[in-house]
């Protein structure tokens, strides 16, 4: 291995590179598949959520959860639960002065709210829904009514019984969220308000449930729906939300061909320098086999160099991207100073990414490696067979 050392330090090296640049970018890829779970399910739809039968499909005003009140108790006592909070919606009129636009209304109960939501927190004016008879509405929409802080919003739409609905909530705070779309089309009022309006009693349309690991949430929701009502469904976010899954799906698809790439082309590389080595070291081969030395000894001499090679670059490789993943996960790559933070507000990304490092980001990159260079280092040692004894011996670079 020694005797052409620059040779094995660039073949250590080219493996080195590999897992470096692909552990860093999976972990990359891993530590933001976390916040963009948790973005979408706190700006939307939670991690779980409970609706009329029907209402996913076609969302009537009518379509609503009986017992709303019974169920979330039930829903307290399930130990994976950590928040739960109900909503009512419908889509509404809204007007100032001699502006209207059309937004969704949604009735939620602020403390609740607060712990299933980021929207409570995401203020960029004024309070959350400080009184019965306040409103909380996105920036654009705020901008688009020309409203500001203590302005009257009329709000029109039709109730349960086909009545006129008509509320005239004050503006007493504004979110930013990031999202166009939430800013631009979302305005919440207290839930009691809502229902009176609505004509709702004390129904709602949808409950929201988040729970503790958001990635493994089949045994909470057969939970969920062992306490049902016939007339209601249970829903994941993955059910809810299928464009952030998809996403993920895309995301993995896509940097899997660019890692798939970069590790044929360094294997490609790494194999080159098998078959130069085999080929420098043809008489001396010869040699060794005159003396009586079988030729899977000398294939399993060969395997073992290159085996030693693997595991030199794969030691220094994740040595390198652990040492340079330590101050990233501290301090994170801020989005903003990449110039896209406005594209990773529509997948309701943080401002900052941080890596994150688990198993198969630290095993992917040296097993594909592992098994590429093995397998070049059995079609390179293929020469040890193919070549007679008398060539071997009589061979000359």
């Not at 972990?27 to 939670?46: H, L, N």
């Not at 790559?333 to 507000?345: E, K, P, R, T």
């Amino acid at each position: 291995m020694w005797r052409h050392k620059r040779r094995t330090i660039l073949t250590c090296s080219a493996i080195a590179f590999a897992i470096v640049l692909i552990q860093l970018g999976m972990s990359f890829q891993v530590g933001s598949y976390g916040p963009m779970i948790e973005g979408a399910t706190r700006f939307g739809s939670g991690h779980l959520q409970i609706q009329h039968q029907d209402y996913k499909d076609e969302p009537k005003l009518e379509r609503t959860i009986l017992n709303s009140n019974d169920i979330i108790t039930k829903l307290s006592n399930i130990p994976d639960i950590s928040a739960v909070a109900p909503r009512s919606e419908s889509f509404a009129l809204l007007n100032n002065g001699q502006k209207s636009y059309g937004a969704m209304i949604i009735g939620v109960d602020p403390t609740a709210e607060s712990e299933v939501s980021y929207l409570p927190r995401n203020i960029s004016e004024g309070e959350y829904l400080p009184t019965s008879d306040s409103a909380y509405a996105g920036t654009i929409l705020a901008k688009n009514l020309d409203l500001e802080l203590g302005d009257e919003i009329v709000l029109l739409s039709h109730d349960n019984l086909g009545g006129i609905a008509a509320s005239v909530p004050i503006l007493t705070g504004i979110f930013t969220s990031g999202n166009d779309q939430l800013d631009r089309a979302m305005i919440q009022i207290p839930l009691e308000i809502f229902n009176e309006v609505f004509q709702l009693e004390n129904d709602v349309h949808r409950i929201v449930v988040m729970v503790d690991n958001p990635l493994d949430l089949d045994s909470t929701k057969t939970e969920i729906g062992q306490i049902l009502p016939p007339s209601t469904q249970v829903y994941d976010w993955r059910e809810l939300m299928p464009e952030i899954s998809q996403n993920i799906r895309l995301d993995k698809i896509s940097n899997g061909i660019i890692y798939g790439t970069l590790t044929i082309i360094v294997v490609l590389s790494i194999a080159n320098t098998f078959v130069m080595s085999i080929f420098e070291r043809t008489r001396e081969f010869g040699t060794l086999r005159a003396l009586g030395m079988k030729n899977f000894a000398l294939f399993r001499m060969f395997l073992t160099e290159s085996i030693i090679l693997w595991l030199l670059g794969v030691s220094i490789g994740i040595t390198v991207s652990i040492l340079g993943n330590l101050p990233l996960a501290h301090y994170g790559i801020a989005l903003s100073a990449l110039g896209v933070d406005q594209f990773a507000g529509q997948f309701y990304l943080p401002d900052r990414l941080y890596p994150h490092i688990d198993m198969n980001v630290l095993l992917v990159a040296p097993l594909a490696l592992g098994v590429g260079i093995c397998i070049t280092s059995m079609f390179a040692a293929a020469r040890m067979y193919r070549i007679s004894l008398i060539h071997a011996l009589r061979f000359k670079e």
